[in-house]
């Protein structure tokens, strides 16, 4: 499986962005897939998970502000980020999780700054 993150950038707070991770591969082994993210000096942090039977799963840091969706026919999960605040600033991750491993995609940046 192999993950092309896109839509990281600069906004200012309160601000709304949306990111894009699209599978290629063997997509259909994804039993999960989801977003880290690393803020700067700090480790990684899950904070939203999609799973295969559509059920969803977000940290509290970003519960009620960010939504997690999967187009699985164009084989692309979203994260849809509103009311976005400076702490949200780090970098972004998409996973995706078969019963073998866990793949990456590259890292997306989310500067939230006024």
């Known amino acids: 499986v192999q993950l092309q993150a896109s839509g990281g950038g600069s906004v200012q707070p309160g601000g709304s962005l949306r990111l894009s991770c699209v599978a290629s591969?063997?997509?259909?082994?994804?039993?999960?897939t989801g977003w880290y993210r690393q803020p700067p000096g700090k480790e990684r942090e899950l904070i939203a998970t999609?799973?295969?039977?559509?059920?969803?799963n977000y940290a509290d840091s970003v519960k009620g502000r960010f939504s997690i969706s999967r187009d699985i026919d164009a084989g692309t999960t979203y994260l849809q980020m509103n009311n976005l605040r400076p702490e949200d600033s780090a970098v972004y991750y998409c996973y995706a999780r078969t019963r073998l491993r866990t793949f990456w995609g590259q890292g997306t940046q989310v500067t939230v700054s006024s």
């Open positions: 999609f799973t295969t039977i559509k059920t969803t």
């Open positions: 591969g063997n997509v259909p082994s994804i039993i999960y």
